[in-house]
Nanobody, 127 residues
Framework: QVQVVESGGGSVQAGGSLTLSCVVTGNKYRSYCMGWFRQAPGKERERVGIIERDGSTEYEDSAKGRFTISRDNDKNTLSLEMNSLKPEDTAMYYC?????????????????????WGQGTQVTVSS
């Protein structure tokens, strides 16, 4: 019954911006850890960044300085603001939210293994 739905993907030229959104519905408990992940064709899924319940964030090096993650705990939403996009940012972007029953270390623990996942939204950056 829990649904995670990403939106906001699309095609943009290099240097442009996109903001992705994620809405979580049907969950009983608020997530401690939420995050954005991406997977490019032929590559493994990689973490983009995470955000804790209090709004604290951590980003992978590839996203630092360009991407910003935010969350609204009242609306159960998660956002990813992406600026200065590069062709290498092209990927399917996924939203993940833990089940809210365990206080993970959001950056070190692999909480996403037991998390709720969306089906992704495609981001394509052309040169």
């Amino acid at each position: 019954q829990v649904q995670v739905v990403e939106s906001g993907g699309g095609s943009v030229q290099a240097g442009g911006s996109l903001t992705l959104s994620c809405v979580v519905t049907g969950n009983k408990y608020r997530s401690y850890c939420m995050g954005w992940f991406r997977q490019a064709p032929g590559k493994e899924r990689e973490r983009v960044g995470i955000i804790e319940r209090d709004g604290s964030t951590e980003y992978e090096d590839s996203a630092k300085g360009r991407f910003t993650i935010s969350r609204d705990n009242d609306k159960n939403t998660l956002s990813l603001e992406m600026n200065s996009l590069k062709p290498e940012d092209t990927a399917m972007y996924y939203c993940a939210a833990d089940r809210g029953v365990f206080r993970f270390d959001c950056y070190e623990d692999k909480w996403w293994g037991s998390a709720y996942w969306g089906q992704g939204t495609q981001v394509t950056v052309s040169s």
